[in-house]
Nanobody, 121 residues
Framework: QVQLVESGGGLVQPGGSLRLSCVAS????????MGWYRQTPGKQRELVAS???????DYIDSVKGRFTISRDSAKNTVYLQMNSLKPEDTAVYYC???????????????WGQGTQVTVSS
């Protein structure tokens, strides 16, 4: 089985910073896509940032210049560095990984458990 474990969430003041981590473990053959989503009550889950197998980075406009996604391939880990945080960034953040397992040879999506980010004075 594949497991994604997130960490790094918490409570910060506006303008503060947090770094989220997501570690994937299990029978992983290859990772094609890693992304960070966020969700607030009453809203759909949205993709905030992503990094593809070839290193292509994508961000939603609202976080450009403030958030940075990166990966450590050797550790099967993806990070989200969040700077200049705003109250509207408050949400539960979920890691998502698109990968190929070593036992099936098929591609599947896996979700982390979610970590709460609260930006408030």
């Amino acid at each position: 089985q594949v497991q994604l474990v997130e960490s790094g969430g918490g409570l910060v003041q506006p303008g503060g910073s947090l770094r989220l981590s997501c570690v994937a473990s299990g029978s992983i053959f290859r990772i094609y896509f890693m992304g960070w989503y966020r969700q607030t009550p009453g809203k759909q889950r949205e993709l905030v940032a992503s990094i593809s197998d070839d290193g292509t980075l994508d961000y939603i406009d609202s976080v450009k210049g403030r958030f940075t996604i990166s990966r450590d391939s050797a550790k099967n880990t993806v990070y989200l560095q969040m700077n200049s945080l705003k109250p509207e960034d408050t949400a539960v953040y979920y890691c998502n990984v698109h990968l190929e397992t070593s036992y099936s040879g098929s591609v599947s999506w896996h979700w982390g458990q979610g970590t709460q980010v609260t930006v408030s004075s």
